[in-house]
């Protein structure tokens, strides 16, 4: 199943119309004006004048040229008690798409880590891209004055400054993972030096673009990196998430490390610590 998303005028999206006039469905979609259901792909046409093509052959559908440059970001490690907050940001040119479809790019939440570190490396070598890890240390210290969305926006956003650096330029579409409303975002930028603007908020667009999923599975092979360096400083096996599992292993290795060291690879404003101290 393919998925991708793009903005359409009004003259492209009558001529889509006409195009297809006798596959348009009865069926009522919500906030959309009409939707095509053909046999290997529905494209959907909303208000907002995006339109989304969703099937086997999606991508022979769209509109404008398939391979646009289009830059992406995305960050692992938010939802993890242990480990770090990895971002990245990736350029993804015409010439790309067919390696990344051959590579199969996804969404890195649906790859397990075995195929993360065999296509992260690949993608790595083939796309300009941009990766900020943010260790333990100093994500517990700027979180003292940044809720975990405003360090995301910060992180986002130096990513795609250091993009534009190496690459250049930046395209017209640049695409962010959504986690705060756009207007949010940016004021959560509001004292920083140098702000990217004009960028796309869409959710869940790691499963749109192939530049989201590209930068979702470098951030997760970056994290898998630190992560796998934890283990062999401390020899044992580290679980990943923030449940029970991680109660119990923070529990012992509080008793054995102490305070200081749990800071070094756990984010300690998570409830898991406030456990800890029952």
Not at 120 to 133: D, G, N, V
Not at 137 to 151: A, C, G, L, S, W
Not at 201 to 214: D, H, I, N, W
Not at 226 to 243: F, L, N, R, S
């Amino acid at each position: 199943m393919e998925t991708y998303t793009e903005k359409l005028n009004e003259l492209q999206i009558q001529q889509l119309k006409e195009k297809y006039q006798n596959f348009i469905s009865d069926k009522k979609i919500p906030y959309a004006l009409f939707q095509i259901r053909l046999q290997d792909c529905t494209i959907t046409v909303y208000d907002s004048k995006k339109v989304v093509y969703q099937g086997q052959n999606a991508s022979l559908y769209l509109v404008n040229t398939l391979g646009d440059d289009e830059a992406g970001s995305d960050e692992v490690g938010t939802g993890d008690y242990f480990g770090p907050v990895s971002v990245c940001a990736v350029l993804v040119r015409k010439e790309d798409i067919p390696f990344l479809k051959e590579l199969q790019v996804n969404d890195s939440k649906q790859l397990n880590d075995e195929k993360i570190r065999q296509k992260a490396p690949l993608l790595m070598k083939q796309l300009t891209h941009s990766l900020l890890i943010l260790d333990n240390v100093k994500y517990n210290r700027v979180h003292t004055t940044h809720n975990m969305n405003q360090i995301k926006a910060k992180l986002h956003n130096q990513a795609y400054i250091h993009l534009k650096k190496k690459a250049g330029f930046l395209p017209q579409r640049c695409i962010v993972d959504q986690f705060a409303p756009k207007e949010l975002y940016y004021r959560y930028l509001q004292h920083e030096p140098l702000v990217i603007h004009d960028l796309i908020f869409e959710t869940k667009a790691e499963s749109k673009y192939l530049s989201v999923a590209a930068a979702s599975m470098i951030a997760r092979y970056a994290f898998l990196c630190v992560w796998d360096k934890m283990e062999e400083h401390y020899q044992c096996t580290i679980p990943k998430g923030a449940g029970e599992e991680v109660d119990r292993f923070a529990a012992s290795f509080l008793e054995r490390y102490g305070y200081d060291e749990l800071s070094k690879i756990a984010k300690m404003h998570f409830k898991n610590t406030a456990r800890l101290k029952k």
